[in-house]
């Protein structure tokens, strides 16, 4: 066992630490704050499309935590694997932002079950440039998901500094709640995530709950678990002018009840149980029909990739074709609208490190129904902002859904109380709580570092 990870070993049995609420206060005026940190997404770029291939909330959780870094005056350059021939080596994303793609493996054709082989080429490529600077160029490696925790291992031991994980999904919570038919993460990956529990000085959970799965299935050591919950870019997702008036924009029906999915279209985020339970409630009020509108939007991913045409089919099988609209991934300015034209969100996901799109939802002044799984207890209030159900039984989904079809008023009634709920989750304060983690672990390498002489 490595010193770091032995040492890891002797913290546990402590409680993990939420944002704003460390117990060494006292040194948040001594310590400075990272200049420059290396920031690691291998599979996904913050370039890309959310609702696209792999790109999903990980990549809005990057791209707004990075912008609200610099905005504090840490700068970030963020790698990952270029997918197509042509890219510039480095691209603004922001004053205080780069991102700089890394060539490693065929721009085209690897799925990311295909990138563990390629992590040595990225580590190369992050390693090349690095080599062009002064040495304490980068005073910290933040890495998102597992694969990129191995490149941000090893480059953290090269340049002595500390490395901070967010780990985002864990094969083995998914392994646990696995749809019908999905395809279980393989053990390479557990091996590989228990390795970088192991070596980071510090990890991100976005709840409480995520903090005591890392620590009952990889044995993480409380101390340095920090919670910190992911924000929504308040500016962007707000009711603004209203649900007629996206309804309009949309050319969807101004009194419709429409149930909205938003998200990659794969077994893990269940938009098999909204099309079920829609088919329930038409099959019990068949005057639902004419009134109701059910969009999908977003593309297939994932294990979704096999069948991409399986929903459709399913659609077409259950006899709500004329109901569904199915539309592609769509930039965040136009997702907005499709969550404010909505009557309800619902998110029926087998597994959800947080949920993003609910809070990014209720902003938006759009209730939720979302499976009570992950992090959605935390981004939904049951009974106020949404509803939570326990389970993926479609009937059970088509019962929260009634009231929305039936009780005048609930929709603007849980919406408003929705918006409020939301404007609690800043991106502001997640940096702000991030750049804690980093101080944090800062100083604890450096103490470490003095005692060893």
């Not at 031991?157 to 919570?173: D, Q, S, Y």
């Not at 393989?186 to 005591?212: F, K, M």
């Not at 101080?439 to 570092?449: G, I, K, N, S, T």
């Amino acid at each position: 066992m490595s010193q770091h990870a032995s040492r890891l070993g002797g913290l546990r049995g402590r409680s993990p630490v939420p944002f704003g609420g460390h117990p060494h206060a006292r040194f948040r005026r001594v310590l400075r704050r990272p200049r420059r940190i290396a920031m690691l997404s291998v599979h996904t770029s913050p370039l890309h499309q959310p609702g696209t291939g792999d790109a999903g909330g990980m990549n809005v959780y990057i791209v707004e935590l990075a912008r609200r870094l610099a905005a504090l005056d840490i700068e970030v350059e963020i790698f990952t694997r270029a997918t197509t021939g042509g890219l510039e080596p480095s691209v603004e994303l922001t004053p205080g932002v780069l991102v700089r793609h890394v060539a490693a493996g065929p721009y085209e054709g690897l799925a990311k079950e295909d990138l563990p082989a390629q992590l040595c080429a990225f580590t190369h490529g992050v390693m090349q440039q690095w080599a062009g600077h002064r040495p304490g160029y980068y005073d910290l490696v933040h890495s998102h998901y597992w694969l990129s925790g191995h490149v941000g291992w090893l480059a953290a031991e090269r340049w002595g500094v500390p490395l901070v994980h967010a780990m985002h999904t864990m094969a083995k919570v998914k392994n646990a709640s696995l749809a019908a038919g999905d395809t279980p993460e393989p053990a390479a990956r557990v091996i590989g995530e228990q390795q970088i529990v192991s070596a980071a000085d510090r990890l991100i959970a976005n709840t409480a709950e995520e903090a005591d799965e890392l620590v009952r299935h990889y044995e993480a050591a409380r101390e340095r678990l920090a919670i910190v919950h992911p924000g929504v870019n308040l500016e962007r997702f707000r009711p603004a002018d209203g649900r007629a008036a996206a309804r309009a924009r949309l050319g969807l029906p101004s009194d419709a009840l429409i149930p909205l999915f938003a998200g990659r279209i794969q077994p893990l985020k269940a938009p098999d149980i909204l099309l079920h339970a829609v088919a329930r409630l038409l099959e019990e009020d068949p005057s639902l029909r004419e009134r109701m509108v059910v969009p999908v939007v977003g593309g297939p991913s994932g294990s979704g990739l096999t069948k991409p045409e399986r929903l459709h089919k399913l659609a077409a099988r259950l006899g709500i074709c004329d109901v569904v609209r199915f539309r592609p991934p769509v930039a965040q300015d136009e997702l907005a609208d499709w969550y404010r034209a909505a009557s309800v969100l619902v998110m029926p996901s087998y597994s959800e490190s947080f949920g993003l799109v609910a809070v990014e939802a209720q902003a938006c002044g759009t209730p939720v129904v979302a499976a009570s799984v992950g992090g959605l207890p935390v981004a939904v209030r049951d009974g106020v902002s949404g509803t939570l159900v326990d389970g993926h039984d479609p009937a059970d989904y088509a019962r929260a859904l009634r009231p929305f079809a039936d009780e005048a008023g609930r929709v603007d009634r849980m919406g408003a109380a929705a918006a409020r709920h939301a404007r609690s989750f800043g991106w502001d304060t997640a940096a702000a709580a991030t750049a804690e983690v980093y101080m944090e672990a800062m100083r604890e390498r450096r103490r470490l570092r003095s005692a060893h002489g």
